[in-house]
C-alpha cells in the first residue's frame, strides 16, 4: 500500500497529509491525489453553493417576477421554479461537442452559459419565498439550507423546527430564538450546544435542563442563574430583574464569563466509534468529518444527515450517498467532481443538476438520460471510449482530479457559502482571480424610524412597529420587523433585534467553530479523575490552543460534568 505523503497545498501553500486510508480510496475510484488540503478543497467547493444571497429579477422564460440567486444583468439564463422544471424544454437541446483544443473547464462554463438555471433550489414549500436550498417548509421566511420546518424566520440548517427565529444548525427546536447547535429544545433562547431544554436563556452544553438562566455543563437542573441553584419564586423574580436590567449583549459576556470556568469537551461526538472530527452521531471510522450523522467508512465530510458510505469530501446530502468524491449536495452512488445531483443519479463525473441519469459527464440542466458528454448523448460504446479519452485529456491539461475551479463559478465569491466559512476580503479575493460583487442587492437609506430609542425587550415596546423601517447597527442595511416575528418576541420575552437579519447570521455562525482540528492535552487537573497533577491524554478539538476555554478530554469530561 502507498505510505502517506506530505504535500504542499497548490493553493494555501501550507503542508497536509495524504494518509494510507486517503490513497486507497483514490486507487479503488480511480481518481488522482488531491494537490489542495481539505480546507481549500472545501473552499472551492462552498464557492460554488449560494445559499442566501437573493435579486428581484424576471423569469427568461415566463417574464413574471422573481427571486432568483442571480441579479437581472447576470450573463445567464434563468427560469423561475415552475418554468424550469417543467416539460417545456430540455437540457438535451444545448448538446455540445467535445473541443479537444480548448480546456475542458472552458467547455463546461460556455454550457452553463447557455443552458438555464434555475432561479432557486427548493421542493414541497408552502407560502415560502424567501427560501433557498430548503425542503418541506411551510410558512418560513428568509430561511436557508432548512428542512421540513413550519413558521420559522431568519434560520439557516434547521430540521423540523416550528415557530423559531434566528435559529442555525439545530433541529427538533420549538419557541427558540437564537440558539446555535442545540437540539429537542423547546422555549429556549440565546444558547448553543444544548438539548432538551426549556424555558431557558443563554445557556452552553446544558442537558435536559429547564429554568436555567446563563449556566454552563449543567444536567437534569432546574431554577439556576449562572450555574447557582434559586427557588422557583426566586428564580423568576431573579430573571425578570436581569432581562429588564441588562442588554442580550451585557447577558451574553456575563454567561461568556461563566463558560471560561467550566470544563468544555474538546468535540461533539455520541454514539460514534473511530471517529474524529466534531458534531457527528452515529458514526464509525469517520475521519475529520463535521455536522453529520450515520456516516461508515467516510472522510473529510461535511453537514451529511443522514447518511454515507465510503465518501470522501462531500459537503450536504445524504440518504445513502456511496463512493462519492468531492461532491456537493445530493443523493446518489459514484458521484465525483459534481454538485445538485439527485433522484436516481449514479456514474456521473462533472456534472451539475443531473437528474434520474446515469453515465454522464460534464453535463448541465441535464434529465433523464444516459451516457452523456456535454449534453450529448452517446451509445454506451462511443461514450465508454470518449470517457477515457476525456480523463486522459484533461490529465494532460491539469484539469482532472479536482473539483470545478472557483473561477468559472456562476456566483462571486462574497455571495457563496465559502465567504461564511472561509472570509475573505475584496482584495483576498481579487488576487485569487476569483470574482466579487459589490452591488448585492440591499436597501439603504429609507428608514423611518431609530431601533435604538426603543426599548431592548419586545415586551416594553407599546408602540406599532409593524411598517417601520430600522436600519442594523452593524451593516446600515434596512430591515423591517414583521407583524408575526414582533407577536414572537413578545410572547416569548426576547429582546428586539437591533441588526439586520443577515448580521444577525453572521453573528451566530462565529459562535461556532471552524472545521479544523487543532492537537490538545487535557486541561484537567482533578486528581480524583485517576491521573495525578494535569492529564496527560491527547485529544483532537475544534478549540484552538490560545482559545481561554478549559477543554477536557473525553473521561475527564464525563467524570466532571456528566
Excluded at 483514490?26 to 488522482?32: A, G, N, T
Excluded at 408552502?126 to 428568509?142: A, Q, R, V
Aim: hydrophobic share 30%; charged share 25%; glycine share 4%.
Amino acid at each position: 500500500m502507498t505510505q502517506q505523503k506530505i504535500r504542499t497545498c497548490q493553493q494555501c501553500k501550507k503542508e497536509f497529509t495524504i494518509e494510507n486510508e486517503d490513497f486507497a480510496f483514490y486507487e479503488k475510484i480511480d481518481v488522482l491525489e488531491p494537490t489542495f488540503c481539505f480546507y481549500c478543497r472545501l473552499q472551492r467547493k462552498l464557492a460554488w453553493r449560494n445559499e442566501r444571497v437573493l435579486y428581484s429579477r424576471q423569469c427568461d422564460l415566463c417574464h413574471k417576477s422573481i427571486l432568483a440567486l442571480y441579479p437581472k444583468q447576470s450573463p445567464y439564463i434563468v427560469y423561475c421554479h415552475q418554468c424550469y422544471w417543467s416539460d417545456t424544454w430540455s437540457g438535451k437541446a444545448y448538446a455540445k461537442e467535445i473541443d479537444w483544443s480548448k480546456p475542458f473547464f472552458d467547455q463546461f462554463a460556455e454550457l452553463l452559459r447557455t443552458v438555464p438555471h434555475p432561479a432557486i433550489y427548493v421542493d414541497k414549500d408552502d407560502n415560502s419565498e424567501y427560501t433557498n436550498f430548503c425542503y418541506g417548509i411551510k410558512n418560513c421566511y428568509l430561511t436557508f439550507g432548512s428542512d421540513l420546518s413550519e413558521d420559522c424566520y431568519y434560520s439557516s440548517h434547521i430540521l423540523e423546527c416550528k415557530n423559531c427565529v434566528d435559529c442555525i444548525n439545530s433541529d427538533h427546536l420549538e419557541l427558540c430564538c437564537g440558539v446555535v447547535d442545540c437540539h429537542q429544545c423547546f422555549n429556549t433562547h440565546y444558547s448553543q450546544e444544548c438539548s432538551n431544554m426549556q424555558d431557558s436563556y443563554f445557556c452552553f452544553d446544558c442537558k435536559s435542563c429547564s429554568y436555567c438562566f446563563g449556566c454552563v455543563g449543567l444536567r437534569n437542573k432546574k431554577y439556576f442563574i449562572f450555574n447557582h441553584p434559586y427557588s422557583a419564586d426566586e428564580y423568576a423574580i431573579k430573571v425578570k430583574e436581569l432581562l429588564q436590567k441588562y442588554s442580550k449583549q451585557e447577558l451574553e459576556e456575563k454567561a461568556r464569563q461563566i463558560k471560561y470556568t467550566q470544563p468544555i469537551k474538546g468535540t461533539c461526538i455520541t454514539q460514534s466509534e473511530n471517529s474524529t472530527g466534531d458534531h457527528l452521531q452515529n458514526c464509525s471510522n469517520a475521519y475529520y468529518c463535521f455536522d453529520s450523522s450515520e456516516l461508515q467508512n467516510c472522510r473529510y465530510m461535511t453537514k451529511i444527515i443522514p447518511k454515507a458510505f465510503d465518501c470522501m469530501d462531500v459537503y450536504g446530502g445524504g440518504i445513502d450517498l456511496e463512493q462519492c468524491y468531492e461532491f456537493l449536495t445530493g443523493i446518489g452512488h459514484n458521484l465525483r467532481f459534481s454538485m445538485l445531483c439527485w433522484k436516481s443519479v449514479f456514474d456521473i463525473n462533472y456534472s451539475i443538476l443531473t437528474n434520474n441519469a446515469h453515465d454522464c459527464f460534464g453535463c448541465f440542466s441535464f434529465y433523464g438520460g444516459q451516457y452523456a458528454i456535454l449534453n450529448k448523448e452517446y451509445s454506451e460504446e462511443e461514450y465508454k471510449k470518449l470517457y477515457t479519452q476525456l480523463i486522459e485529456y484533461m490529465k494532460k491539461t491539469g484539469e482532472w482530479g479536482e473539483f470545478f475551479p472557483a473561477n468559472i463559478s456562476p456566483f462571486a465569491y462574497n455571495e457563496t457559502r465559502a465567504q461564511i466559512d472561509f472570509p475573505l476580503t475584496k482584495e483576498g479575493v481579487e488576487a485569487r482571480q476569483w470574482k466579487w460583487r459589490e452591488d448585492i442587492q440591499k436597501t439603504t437609506g429609507k428608514e423611518t424610524a431609530n431601533i435604538t430609542r426603543l426599548p431592548h425587550l419586545a415586551q416594553q415596546v407599546a408602540e406599532d412597529i409593524e411598517n417601520a423601517i430600522f436600519t442594523c447597527q452593524t451593516c446600515k442595511r434596512n430591515f423591517k420587523i414583521l407583524s408575526q416575528e414582533f407577536s414572537f418576541y413578545q410572547k416569548q420575552n426576547v429582546f428586539l433585534p437591533k441588526e439586520c437579519y443577515e448580521c444577525r447570521f453572521q453573528y451566530l455562525s462565529q459562535k461556532r467553530n471552524p472545521y479544523q482540528l487543532w492537537e490538545r492535552q487535557c486541561q484537567c487537573k482533578n486528581g480524583n479523575h485517576g491521573h495525578t497533577k494535569q492529564c496527560q491524554q491527547k485529544l483532537e478539538t475544534t478549540y484552538a490552543p490560545e482559545r481561554p476555554e478549559i477543554v477536557y478530554c473525553e473521561e475527564c469530561y464525563r467524570k466532571e460534568v456528566v
